[in-house]
């Protein structure tokens, strides 16, 4: 397959994953959403990595892949923390911030 | 157009991914959703596979659907969420107006991704234009590149040397989130 197949189908995993942020209010569904959209710039640094026969984009992907797995440790931590104080996971119902 | 191997395997796995991505996105209870998530990665590694970054593959189903699914499922089952907390939604405008993004940011990303790509499927040179499909399938124009291309040799030798720094800081920040994960998520240190 072509570059531009990999590269409509990671647009569409991104599309899918902003939804998915934009439209749930579960904060654990969100951060699933944003993985999903991590999975798809890696797939795309992938596809260029093979089009261009750089071995670059592969490290870029595993650099990728660290921060996503520390983004979810903190983040699942800090979910844990505002259910624990205000028993709920809903991202609309946390505006401690805002007021 | 013929169809090649690669193209049948392509879709053997894109097909499935974007039905569980969306699964993701749909579900009702978390645990359906990361369990969704977990379809969706192994796709995904698939793809990887396919554009041959066999590494990053391996990574991505051990890193991803083994370490961050284990650490979503563990916080999915400790807050042990009541139904009240999976039935609620967004209001109806508000879901209206996030699909309508949606599309909006995607068609900005199709309509970029061919004027970069260079795709030309309307033909010119008849009496009449027509649409030229060929042009989706044609052949890739992939670069020639040598057999340990995405091996860990490969990608092991680059990272370190050239990306040596941002390695070592990567390894700082992984330590960072775990001193920080764990104070955040502790009750009384």
Redesign the interface.
């Known amino acids: 397959?072509?570059?531009?197949?990999?590269?409509?189908?990671a647009?569409?995993?991104?599309?899918?994953?902003?939804?998915?942020v934009?439209?749930?209010?579960?904060a654990?569904?969100v951060?699933?959403?944003v993985?999903?959209m991590l999975?798809a710039a890696?797939?795309t640094f992938?596809?260029f990595?093979?089009?261009?026969?750089n071995?670059?984009g592969?490290?870029i992907?595993?650099?990728v892949?660290?921060?996503?797995?520390?983004?979810?440790?903190?983040g699942?931590?800090?979910?844990?923390?505002i259910?624990?104080t205000r028993g709920?996971?809903?991202v609309?119902e946390v505006r401690a911030l805002r007021e | 157009m013929t169809i090649t191997a690669e193209a049948v395997i392509f879709f053997v796995f894109a097909v499935p991914l974007v039905a569980t991505a969306l699964g993701v996105v749909l579900a009702r209870s978390p645990v359906y959703a990361a369990m969704n998530l977990v379809a969706a990665f192994f796709c995904m590694a698939g793809l990887y596979v396919l554009l041959t970054a066999h590494l990053v593959a391996f990574m991505q189903v051990l890193v991803y659907a083994g370490a961050v699914m284990v650490l979503f499922l563990f916080v999915i089952m400790l807050l042990s969420l009541g139904d009240e907390h999976l039935v609620a939604e967004r209001k109806t405008v508000m879901q209206l107006a996030g699909v309508a993004g949606g599309i909006g940011v995607f068609a900005v990303l199709v309509t970029a991704i061919w004027q970069a790509t260079g795709l030309e499927l309307i033909r010119r040179d008849g009496l009449f234009p027509g649409i030229d499909l060929s042009a989706l399938f044609a052949a890739p124009s992939w670069a020639a590149v040598k057999v340990d291309f995405g091996t860990v040799k490969a990608v092991g030798s680059l990272l370190f040397t050239e990306y040596l720094l941002p390695f070592e800081a990567t390894s700082l920040l992984l330590l960072v989130a775990i001193v920080g994960a764990v104070v955040v998520a502790k009750e009384r240190i």
Do not use: C, P
Request: proline share 0%; no cysteine; charged share 10%.
């Open positions: 397959m072509a570059l531009h197949w990999y590269l409509w189908l647009a569409l995993i991104f599309t899918i994953g902003l939804s998915g934009l439209l749930k209010r579960n654990l569904i951060m699933m959403s993985e999903l999975n890696n797939l992938l596809a990595a093979r089009q261009s026969g071995v670059s592969h490290v992907a595993f650099f892949i660290a921060v996503a797995a520390a983004e979810a440790a903190v699942l931590a800090i979910v844990i923390a259910f624990r709920a996971i809903n609309d």
